[in-house]
């Protein structure tokens, strides 16, 4: 029990030490990249998370945000922007990188669908190494993402996969929570005011359990993390895995002057109708198959239209 404990307060020590050594930072480089959807609605859907994610992490100081997304989001662009912070950055910056869209893997390589030659796991991190920020982490949203993790994964390096396994094909629903964990109060457990890359992912994580369990779905995604040069990922990270404490550590929004972003009960609310209206666009994307398409399509708009309504007001 002692012991336990004389660990549990080792680690804390180290993880405020390594808080303070992290914070000291000049400037936060992410990079947003939205690639191919393949059907209308998942490009409106790819293109939305990616504009959610551009705008939450905005919101920090001191920060260097870029999304490519619909036709500019080509591997020649993708790997101009990189290198070009790769240029900018400096060990003591942060740097992340999120991927929004589909990914293929073949057995061998992993890749992201880009307009034009898509982009294999290889060659991203090919570009990542080059970058001297000492801090990063990749988000990877896309399909087939775990199959990524044996190229992406470094240490001090984050590395979150919405799938397990390169064999996870469906589209994963695991983008829209994380950025909905960068606004919502409840993703903050620790109530700092800030949200850190393991409090998004555990956010996200549950959130997408909840989805399949409530739409009654075989789940189909099942959202895994490293921090360390493990090209294992884990669903639940903890001291006794070794895995998180990085995570814990990467600051995704930072707290703000009146103790960060709380939502009062009417934003709570909408927040809530806004997680329904994509379930039942999610869930009506599974029925298309079976369905006529002139009613697929009258009633995917309504949705989307009173999703935008519903997202204008919570922006308010």
Not at 90 to 100: E, K, N, P, S
């Amino acid at each position: 029990m002692v012991a336990a404990q004389t660990l549990g307060r080792g680690m804390r020590i180290y993880l405020f030490l390594l808080c303070l050594a992290w914070n000291a930072h000049a400037a936060n480089y992410f990079v947003i990249v939205a690639g191919l959807g393949g059907a209308p609605e998942y490009e409106t859907q790819f293109a939305k998370w990616s504009q959610g994610l551009d705008r939450e992490l905005n919101t920090n100081a001191d920060t260097h945000a870029v999304t490519l997304s619909g036709p500019a989001a080509t591997k020649q662009q993708v790997e101009q922007t990189l290198n070009k912070v790769a240029e900018q950055s400096t060990a003591a910056d942060t740097f992340g990188l999120f991927l929004i869209g589909h990914g293929t893997f073949d057995g061998v390589d992993y890749k992201i669908n880009l307009p034009g030659p898509d982009m294999t796991g290889a060659e991203l991190a090919k570009a990542l190494n080059r970058i001297p920020a000492r801090r990063q982490l990749v988000v990877n949203m896309t399909s087939c993402s775990g199959a990524s993790l044996a190229v992406l994964a470094r240490k001090d390096r984050v590395v979150i996969s919405a799938t397990k396994s390169g064999t996870e094909k469906n589209a994963p629903v695991f983008a829209r929570y994380f950025v909905d964990a960068l606004h919502d109060a409840s993703a903050d457990v620790d109530k700092n005011g800030s949200v850190s890359a393991l409090e998004a992912f555990r956010y996200a994580d549950r959130k997408t359990v909840a989805y399949f369990e409530a739409e009654k779905l075989l789940a189909t995604e099942h959202a895994v993390i490293t921090d360390t040069p493990s090209a294992t990922g884990v669903r639940d990270p903890k001291p006794e895995n070794g895995q998180g404490l990085v995570a814990a550590s990467f600051i995704l929004i930072r707290a703000r002057a009146e103790g960060g972003k709380v939502l009062n009960p009417d934003k709570q609310r909408l927040v809530s109708k806004k997680e329904d209206l994509e379930a039942k666009i999610d869930r009506l994307k599974y029925q298309k198959a079976a369905m006529d398409e002139n009613d697929y399509k009258q009633q995917l708009t309504a949705l989307l239209l009173e999703l935008a309504r519903t997202q204008a007001e919570i922006d308010k």
